[in-house]
T-cell receptor
Framework: DQQVKQNSPSLSVQEGRISILNCDYTNSMFDYFLWYKKYPAEGPTFLISISSIKDKNEDGRFTVFLNKSAKHLSLHIVPSQPGDSAVYFCAASAIITGNQFYFGTGTSLTVIP | ETGVTQSPTHLIKTRGQQVTLRCSSQSGHNTVSWYQQALGQGPQFIFQYYREEENGRGNFPPRFSGLQFPNYSSELNVNALELDDSALYLC????????????FGSGTQLSVL
């Protein structure tokens, strides 16, 4: 049972434009969310996080939005750069599960120069 | 600051064999989690170790076991290997607490023939 879903396996965006990556979850107990970026032959690298007490968190070119009523979060990258081309995973956890993160299946982003 | 390191990077085993994967956590981190990433999937939680004790386990059979050592490094052992165990095994270290951030190693690619 996939509790975190990324329904777009891939996304292509022109350099300089906005990239929007989406993530949906089913478990209403999830209260902490993270985004990771993964290059081939490397482990996932932490990008940005958000807790359920917020609906937005920004870090440079990266912004994560959380819509708790829709059980939906999105990662915005502005402006997109060719070095952003990677697979992006969203992950969620709940205080009651504490130590277990549930990951989506990933979205492969290609930024075209 | 030393990041998370895993060994070996690649491993080929045959069905029924046993395997041990190793992980050194990032400096200052006291918790180690192991994840399995099958092809085309997101990472799936196997278990977590804190203070040398298993501290949470995902939906994996008992033939998946682990250890954490006093220096916070860790091992993942898999007995009676099956073909479906072929995957990328990721180790992540963190500092135990609310809103943990996982820091991943590059993983061990295990192939079971």
């Amino acid at each position: 049972d996939q509790q975190v879903k990324q329904n777009s396996p891939s996304l292509s965006v022109q350099e300089g434009r906005i990239s929007i990556l989406n993530c949906d979850y089913t478990n209403s107990m999830f209260d902490y969310f993270l985004w990771y970026k993964k290059y081939p032959a490397e482990g996932p690298t932490f990008l940005i996080s958000i807790s359920s007490i917020k609906d937005k968190n920004e870090d440079g070119r990266f912004t994560v939005f959380l819509n708790k009523s829709a059980k939906h979060l999105s990662l915005h990258i502005v402006p997109s750069q060719p070095g952003d081309s990677a697979v992006y995973f969203c992950a969620a956890s709940a205080i009651i599960t504490g130590n277990q993160f549930y990951f989506g299946t990933g979205t492969s982003l290609t930024v075209i120069p | 600051e030393t990041g998370v390191t895993q060994s070996p990077t690649h491993l080929i085993k045959t069905r029924g064999q046993q395997v041990t994967l190793r992980c050194s956590s990032q400096s200052g981190h006291n918790t180690v989690s192991w994840y399995q990433q099958a092809l085309g999937q997101g990472p799936q939680f196997i278990f977590q170790y804190y203070r040398e004790e298993e501290n949470g386990r995902g939906n994996f059979p008992p033939r998946f076991s682990g250890l954490q050592f006093p220096n916070y490094s860790s091992e993942l052992n898999v007995n009676a290997l099956e073909l479906d165990d072929s995957a990328l095994y990721l180790c992540a270290s963190s500092v135990r607490g609310v809103n943990e951030k996982l820091f991943f190693g590059s993983g061990t690619q295990l192939s079971v023939l």
